[in-house]
């Protein structure tokens, strides 16, 4: 361990689930890993070894899933953790760990999470056990957050309790419509749509189907804007596409709650377009780009008024915390603009934070403007979305039940790469060993002795132990 660097790791056994053949990106999956390892109390992860040493719903699951069953702390997500959290339902329905430090994302995220574990695993029976608990975590949100009256029918109105954040961003004053919430509001009841249909129950798919059609609606009605976003201690911008950070006095750009909607797909092509330009023009300072011990992601351009912390704002300032840079939407922001089509920038971005982990031997929770650590060390939530962003920025895998539409629900779909990668992926059940190469437009697959022109891999022709060849050109 270097000076100043985070716990000491035995990496030199570990095998990569992704091997990209960079050795700084390399390295520091090789550090995730361990992270991830540390962590792992044979049925779940805690946060952050040591500091945060309780699972958390939001650490576990929120924007994503590692695609892999070969690592038993990495396969924990998809089984005994979700097992672990649908056990764990609050007596009014939702699922929350700690009232402080979010009320209304983690019901949403476990929605959604069921999902990707049937992704990875095919585990209908989970599907079917868990579905009745779901809805109810549903309800429980929609009938007691919903008001038409405050302007939306479709849109969770979030009025948090006293001492009590909206959120992950648990020291800032998010309330009522909040970027943030209304995506993973959508991505949970299109998800449970999704479960509807997968267990045969047709009405009530098409009825979240429809329901999650009106927030993305409204979301783009309501939170949309083309204004200049109030700045602090930062340069000011002028007049932009982005989403509101929530309808509150000032207008921040957020980071996370805009990358998430691109992810989602809440965004469509142009907005991607506003949103993603202006990350890019200011990539030294959100992502860290072009300077020597830059992280990505900061949250937010500039920084939270004081006036708009939250009543627990114990670590809250200038350039602090949530006003700081934290590596998992830097890798939210490598999904982001891999999924419009940018490698380029979305290499320089997993290039850029392998370099962080390179530099201090761990994943820690957040890093001031000048690249200095600080919080948990060991921190789950940076390691596995590193580990995600991987398969979907790098190795660009991804299953069909994460996209808006074009193909079965057996289906994979392929994106450009960021580089030459090799990775077993599970999904449904099948252990499919892909192989990416190559740089370019168009795609030529070869999979079960049949050599395809696209992009859309037929569930048809995967089986476990085949192996998938995508040589782009």
């Known amino acids: 361990m270097r000076a100043g660097g985070g716990p000491s790791y035995d990496i030199s056994g570990i095998e990569l689930l992704v091997q990209t053949g960079d050795p700084q990106i390399d390295l520091a999956e090789r550090y995730a890993l361990a992270v991830l390892g540390a962590n792992y109390t044979g049925d779940a992860h805690v946060a952050a070894a040591n500091y945060y040493d309780m699972p958390w719903i939001r650490d576990s699951f929120a924007w994503g899933m590692i695609p892999s069953l070969r690592d038993t702390s990495v396969s924990s997500y998809s ?19 700690a009232k402080l430090s979010g009320y209304f994302d983690e019901t949403p995220i476990l929605i959604s999470s069921v999902l990707d574990a049937y992704d990875v695993t095919g585990n209908i029976g989970l599907v079917r056990s868990s579905l009745a608990r779901l809805e109810r975590g549903w309800r429980w949100l929609a009938a007691g957050y919903i008001r038409p009256a405050k302007g939306s029918a479709w849109l969770l109105f979030a009025t948090v309790p006293p001492h009590v954040a909206a959120d992950w961003a648990d020291q800032v004053g998010r309330t009522g419509y909040a970027t943030q919430v209304e ?3 959508y991505w949970a009841t299109r ?8 267990t045969g129950h047709a009405p009530q798919a098409a009825y979240y189907a429809d329901f999650a059609a009106h927030i993305r609606s409204d979301i783009n009605t309501v939170l949309w804007t083309t204004s200049a976003p109030y700045t ?5 911008v002028g007049a932009f596409g982005h989403y509101r950070s929530w309808l509150g006095p000032r207008d921040y750009f957020e980071l996370d709650s805009n990358l998430l909607c691109v992810v989602y797909g809440i965004a469509g092509p142009a907005q991607t377009r506003s949103i993603l330009q202006f990350v890019r023009a200011h990539g030294a300072y959100l ?54 089509g940018d490698t380029g920038e979305a290499r320089a971005i997993l290039q850029q934070l392998s370099g962080a982990v390179d530099r201090y031997d761990d994943l820690r929770e957040w890093y001031t403007q000048d690249g200095t650590p600080q919080g948990a060390p060991s921190f789950q939530w ?31 779909r392929l994106r450009a790469p960021l580089g030459a990668g090799t990775a077993d992926v599970a999904f449904l059940g099948r252990r499919i060993h892909v192989v990416v190469k190559g740089h370019g437009p168009t795609v030529r697959l070869t999979v079960a002795g049949k050599t395809l022109a696209s992009r859309v891999v037929p569930g048809a022709l995967l089986c476990s132990g085949c192996s998938l060849r995508a040589n782009w050109q």
């Open 287 to 340: 992502l860290g780009l072009g300077t020597p011990d830059g992280v990505p992601a900061k949250v937010v351009y500039g920084d939270y008024s004081p006036l708009d912390y939250a009543s627990k704002h114990d670590r809250l300032g200038p350039g602090q915390y949530q006003n700081g840079s934290w590596p998992t939407v830097g890798a939210l922001a490598a999904m982001a603009f891999a999924q419009s």
């Open 382 to 412: 940076a390691a596995r979305m590193f580990l995600v962003a991987l398969y979907q920025a790098y190795l660009g895998v991804e299953s069909c039940t994460s996209l808006q539409g074009g193909a079965t629900l057996t289906d994979l």
């Open 79 to 97: 089984s005994s953790e979700i097992a672990y959290w649908l056990d764990r339902q609050q007596p009014f329905g939702g699922w929350i760990t």
């Open 191 to 198: 998800s449970l749509g999704i479960l509807e249909g997968l």
């Open 232 to 236: 602090l201690d930062a340069p000011a």
């Open 183 to 185: 995506a993973l509001w």
